[in-house]
């Protein structure tokens, strides 16, 4: 045990007297968090549109005020003629134009009806869709408020509660999404580097001669790194609740507990990967390539997982970020315990003993 | 120039002697290109929806059935109890809860008015948004059905109702896939490029080759496009494999000029390409360049505007998006490759990528010193 | 042997914050030499080597090397210099012959001229055998034969070599120091340090740096004589009993 913390010890040191990299691994969880916090969103807000109102009469210019008032809609450009429209979409200008007739306030008030056009950039199918919409319901209110004064019979009122986010701010979403790529991606990259870094100076040898097992050294390597990311939790959720407003509404002792699991499973994953490689740059592609998008994809947070084809839900279930999200969700956001989400804190639980073990034996088999 | 071609075969040979490194950097991007984009789908059509009826009258039965046939929802449960529907969205295995109060169908009738409340797990505000909007957009269609079966309404309709008819340019199947896969070629590119960029000279530091290099009459220039241009080669080699990829697998075929892609392409990366040295010459070990070079990668890709939408962000975060080359790539990408725009439309952007070849890559031929 | 000085070194310094590792030193090495620079770890021998080859820029003081200035025309030095580091600096993923091109190349060597530099090198060092190894598979001693070959491959008027046969074995030790007299009887000046005392007494002659200071600098028979001793060694224990410095700074 004397053996062990001492080696613990020299592994602090090395990571101690690098002040670059402990500024980059302390800053980067605060300056992301940060950044993405109060900029990503999936709403779709102030998106720059074109108005075609050949009329230009009381109804139009209304409607179209209303329009351009809403936060949703920032009105970029008023065209004479549809022929510009290409252009303004194939320079990226804008994301949508609404194209009024002739006579839009006669056609009304005579009529009754008249026909508004809306044309989306469908080349980001997920704006288009949801621009769509906005515009489509901003238009029917109008509609209604036309028809004010005639109360339409059997009528059924929804009334909408937002749970959770009733502010529908972005972060809610994206820190706990963030939390569990930076805490993955940091631990898996540091400890396999770090490991590998040995190997590749020679130094793995030195260690593996001396009468510590591997195992030992192994712990060593990680443990500074365990407590690194202790660090990095707790300044992530200090940064959420104090300047992004989040609530912890469950145990925060439990958040930090199992996010710590999580810290291990990572790092664990970075020793099965240092076990079969033997150069820092496969180490940190495996890490950092591999890893990336697989875990903003697979997670959740990102794309809903109920929407992709079986076999990749299925892959999903590997992604161990997955199931730390629906942690983070659970436990910071919706304030349930542990009696909720057992079952995930299982299955991280195991993954990490089965990484161990699968990196324990590949350790065995390379020295033996 | 004869200099530089010593450089050149050398940094070759070094790259094609280590296969696990040429295999991950063409395997594993291809293989992401593959699975990837299948799991990018935003498209609320499978909205879990748990339902507490209170009613059960034939009115709220007939709503149920409207809202499970609109293909926008799936049905996780029908619950007795509001605590019961709440237990299936913590578990996330609801979105909206629909609560249909004990009176439904006596105030509909008899009162002429009623109430429905829906509660959506606002977590995602964005999923949330949409899924109340389409429960909301079908709800008003049972009700217009209600009113038809119990109102003669005059044939000239006094009410006044506009016609909102919608297009979707350039993608009207709304197929995600055309967007995404475009995307995410651009962000595997430039983790390639920055990561093996990132690593190259400070590889040769931390094992000390670099002393007999810096000890040689070599021209500071030559050092970096010796490393620049073997790497701007493979990057250019993936983006084809890429395209390869996007045809045969999604087909996807580029509406505009593809030598217009290959161009923004080639000065991207250079711009890249010369992140990843300037990284590179900054860094004293391996560890230190990786963690930065993913810093920074992290905050490019989720500032990129792939995932979210730039013009959402508040205005101090769109202007750090200005700083971030991914972007313009993304936004040139989906204009070649789905809009078929021309030069003339990317010609700010391909401006904008220039400056940032031109800075980042003098930056670090500045920054790489041969004495300290 | 008044000859032309291709090393001028007057009162150069190199101080890293507090620490002075140059400390104002001052000699002339003439052309054709083996020029012997000694001294205990930490004496400042790298230091001060790494400021003539232009590796480091001197605090102050004046040196020039080949008749450069090191403040102004590093390059220039660079050009007519070779040299070779401690740490052995050849790319070891690339093979034995990959390496020759690759610095004559950089030398900027013609074809014809690298084609004969190769096989006139792979004969010197045996190593026709081994053209296409890697260069990682070769044993030490050969690695630091190749690396000095190297480093001399583009005819520099001075080689510069930091501690070359460290970790070697005497019969190898033996056959390098037989290539350092074929490269000084090419007229290469050759400056070298080394902590082997044996090895100073093959040096023309020899300065011994302690604490960053050169505390004696003569032939090694001169040293002998003045400092009583019969053997390098013991000039250098008597020297460098005066250091106060760590030995492992």
């Known amino acids: 045990m004397k053996q062990f913390l001492v080696f613990v010890r020299k592994e602090w040191y090395h990571i101690l007297r690098d002040p670059k990299t402990l500024f980059i691994l302390f800053g980067m969880p605060i300056v992301q968090i940060t950044i993405f916090g109060f900029a990503l969103t999936n709403e779709v807000k102030n998106a720059k549109i074109a108005i075609l109102d050949p009329s230009k009469d009381f109804a139009s210019t209304t409607l179209i005020n209303r329009i351009d008032a809403s936060k949703y809609f920032e009105v970029n450009d008023y065209l004479v003629s549809t022929k510009d429209l290409e252009k303004y979409f194939k320079e990226g200008k804008i994301k949508m134009a609404i194209i009024f007739p002739q006579h839009f306030n006669q056609s009304i008030s005579h009529t009754n009806t008249a026909q508004i056009q809306i044309i989306a950039d469908a080349s980001d199918p997920n704006t288009a869709t949801v621009l769509t919409n906005y515009a489509s319901s901003i238009i029917q209110d109008w509609q209604n408020d036309l028809n004010k004064n005639r109360k339409l019979p059997y009528s059924i009122h929804a009334e909408v509660r937002m749970l959770y986010n009733p502010e529908l701010k972005g972060a809610f979403n994206f820190v706990p999404g963030v939390m569990s790529m930076v805490l993955m991606l940091v631990s898996t990259l540091m400890t396999s580097i770090a490991i590998v870094r040995e190997k590749e100076l020679g130094m793995m040898e030195v260690l593996l001669v001396s009468p510590l097992k591997p195992i030992t050294i192994i712990l060593a390597k990680t443990i500074p790194y365990l407590l690194l990311s202790l660090v990095n939790i707790i300044s992530i959720l200090l940064l959420s609740v104090f300047a992004l407003d989040l609530p912890i509404q469950g145990s925060i002792f439990l958040l930090i507990a199992l996010s710590l699991l999580f810290t291990i499973t990572s790092l664990s994953l970075g020793i099965l990967i240092s076990s079969i490689t033997n150069s820092q740059q496969v180490a940190m592609l495996i890490s950092l390539m591999g890893l990336f998008l697989p875990t903003l994809m697979l997670s959740g947070f990102m794309f809903p997982i109920e929407n992709m084809p079986l076999p990749l839900q299925l892959i999903s279930n590997l992604v161990p970020a997955k199931w730390y999200y629906f942690i983070v969700k659970a436990v910071m956001i919706k304030g349930l315990g542990i009696q909720s989400i057992w079952k995930e804190s299982c299955i991280l639980l195991s993954m990490t003993i089965f990484l161990l073990i699968i990196s324990i034996k590949k350790y065995k088999v390379r020295l033996s | 120039m004869n200099i530089l071609r010593y450089l050149l075969e050398k940094e070759f040979r070094q790259i094609f002697r280590d296969p696990s490194i040429l295999r991950m950097i063409f395997i594993m991007p291809i293989i992401q290109l593959i699975i990837l984009p299948q799991a990018a789908n935003y498209e609320v059509k499978n909205v879990k929806i748990a339902i507490v009826d209170h009613d059960h009258s034939t009115y709220s039965t007939s709503m149920i059935y409207k809202i499970t046939a609109s293909g926008y929802f799936i049905l996780t449960g029908i619950n007795d109890s509001h605590l019961d529907a709440m237990e299936l969205v913590e578990r996330d295995h609801a979105d909206i809860i629909l609560e249909i109060p004990a009176h439904f169908e006596k105030d509909l009738v008899k009162e002429s008015e009623t109430e429905v409340l829906m509660s959506v797990n606002a977590i995602n505000g964005m999923r949330a948004n949409l899924g109340a909007s389409y429960l909301s957009v079908i709800l008003r269609d049972y009700n217009q059905d209600v009113r038809l079966k119990w109102v003669q309404l005059p044939r000239f309709d006094e009410v006044k109702r506009l016609n909102i008819t919608s297009t979707n340019w350039y993608n009207p199947h709304m197929n995600y896939k055309l967007f995404m896969v475009p995307g995410i070629l651009v962000i595997l590119l430039t983790m390639v490029g920055a990561f093996l960029a990132a690593l190259n000279i400070v590889k040769e530091k931390e094992i000390g080759t670099i002393e007999q290099i810096n000890v040689t009459p070599i021209k500071k220039y030559h050092f970096i496009l010796g490393k620049l241009i073997p790497f701007w080669m493979m990057g250019m080699f993936v983006l084809s494999l890429g395209l390869l990829v996007a045809r045969v697998f999604y087909g996807i075929v580029p509406l505009g000029n593809i030598g217009l892609l290959y161009l923004f392409s080639g000065c991207y990366l250079i711009a890249v390409l010369g992140l990843g040295l300037l990284i590179s010459t900054i860094s004293q070990t391996q560890q230190q360049a990786m963690l930065l070079a993913f810093f920074l990668m992290m905050i490019f890709i989720m500032m990129s505007g792939l995932y979210t939408s730039i013009d959402s962000m508040p205005y101090w975060a769109q202007v750090v998006t200005w700083f971030n080359p991914v972007s313009y790539f993304i936004e040139v990408v989906r204009m070649i490759v789905l809009k078929g725009s021309t030069f003339r439309d990317i010609q700010f952007n391909l401006g904008i990528i220039l400056i940032f070849a031109i800075v980042l890559n003098s930056w670090a031929v500045f920054s790489y010193k041969k004495r300290n | ?249």
């Open chain 3, 1 to 249: 042997m008044e000859t032309e000085k291709v090393i001028i070194v007057k009162d150069l310094t190199k101080s890293f914050g507090d620490f002075i590792g140059t400390n104002a030193i001052t000699f002339d090495v003439h052309k054709g030499e083996i020029f012997g620079f000694l001294g205990a770890n930490g004496a400042g021998k790298t230091t001060a080597m790494r400021m003539l080859c232009g590796l480091s820029r001197p605090s102050s003081g004046e040196a020039s090397v080949a008749g450069y200035d090191v403040y102004k025309y590093p390059e220039e030095i660079k050009r007519n210099i070779g040299y070779m580091s401690q740490k052995f600096s050849l790319y070891e993923d690339l093979t034995v012959k990959e390496n020759i091109r690759f610095y004559s190349g950089i030398y900027g060597l013609n074809k014809s001229q690298i084609h004969e530099k190769t096989s006139s090198l792979l004969d010197q060092l045996h190593l026709l055998n081994e053209k296409d190894s890697l260069v990682k598979s070769l044993p030490l001693g050969w690695k630091q034969k190749l690396a000095f070959s190297i480093a001399i491959v583009h005819n520099p008027a001075i080689v510069f070599l930091d501690e070359p046969t460290g970790g070697v074995d005497p019969i190898t030790r033996r056959e390098f120091w037989e290539m350092i007299y074929q490269a000084s009887a090419n007229g290469t000046t050759v400056f070298v340090t080394t902590h082997y005392m044996d090895e100073a007494e093959y040096c023309n002659r020899v300065s011994i740096m302690v604490d960053g200071k050169i505390e004696a600098l003569d032939t090694p028979s001169n040293l002998k004589r003045y400092h009583n001793a019969k053997t390098m060694d013991d000039v250098f224990l008597i020297l460098a009993r005066k250091a106060q410095r760590q030995a492992d700074q």
